[in-house]
C-alpha cells in the first residue's frame, strides 16, 4: 500500500535551478530516472535501488525526453540541436545539428515505442513553424518530413507502431510512416487542439483544447478504430 514515504534517494542528486524546475524524465515504467544537475550535466538514475548510471555534459538544454524503456535520453538546445545519450552504452551523438540567428518559440519530441525513431517539432523565431521530422537514430538519418506546414502544438508517436498523433488546428491527425502517405483528419475540437496523449497500454488518447468559454475540453478517442 501508498505510505508516502520515500522508496530511495537519489545518488548525489544535486539538482540544478533547471532541474529543480522540472527539466528531468522518466521511463514508461518509472525505472530510470535522468534530471539536469550542477555542473551542466544530465544523471542518469535507476529509480528502485537510487543508484547513479551515468552522466553526461550538455550545453544549454531547453528539452529533454526519455525513450519508454528507458535506454536513450534525447536532450534539445535552445536552437533545436537535439542530442541521444545512450544510457546502456554511455556513449552520446549529435542527431540534429541546428545553427544561425533564431530562437525557438515551441518544441516537442517524442520516441517510438521501442526507442529507435525520434519526431521531432519545432517553432523558430524567426521562420515560424517548422515541418516535423522521423529521424532514425541508429542511422542518423531523418526518414520522413511532414507533407505541410501546419502549426502543430504536440506529437505523439501511437504505442506499439510507427504512426503518429499531431494536434493541429482544431483536430488531430494521425501521419501513418509506413506507407508514407497523407494525414487521417479525425473529427475535431471546434477550437484548438493544443495537446495530445496516450494511456501507458496506447488503447486511449487523450486530447485538449481550449474550445468552450467556461472550461477547457478533453476528448478521449480510440486510435485503432
Known sequence: ?????????????????????????????????????????????????????????????????????????????????????????KQQKVLVSQSGKHTLLDRTMSFSS?????AINIVKVPGGPQPPEVWDIAASRRLNVFPGRQEIHDLAFLPG???????????????????????????GHTAEAWTAAFSPDGKVLATGSDDTRERQTIKLWGPAS
Open 161 to 187: 507502431s510507427r504512426s503518429l498523433i499531431l494536434a493541429v488546428g482544431t483536430k488531430p491527425l494521425i501521419w501513418r510512416l509506413d506507407p508514407p502517405i497523407a494525414p487521417d483528419d479525425l473529427s
Open 1 to 89: 500500500p501508498w505510505t508516502g514515504e520515500p522508496q530511495a534517494i537519489l545518488a548525489e542528486s544535486d539538482l540544478s535551478p533547471l532541474g529543480l524546475a522540472g527539466f528531468f524524465a522518466c521511463s514508461a515504467d518509472g525505472r530510470f530516472f535522468a534530471a539536469h544537475t550542477q555542473g551542466n550535466r544530465i544523471q542518469f538514475w535507476e529509480t528502485r535501488s537510487g543508484c547513479e548510471l551515468g552522466r553526461f555534459e550538455v550545453q544549454g538544454p531547453s528539452l529533454m525526453v526519455m525513450s519508454p524503456t528507458g535506454e536513450r535520453l534525447a536532450v534539445m538546445d535552445g536552437l533545436g540541436a537535439v542530442t541521444i545519450f545512450d544510457r546502456s552504452l
Open 114 to 118: 521501442d526507442g529507435t525513431l525520434l
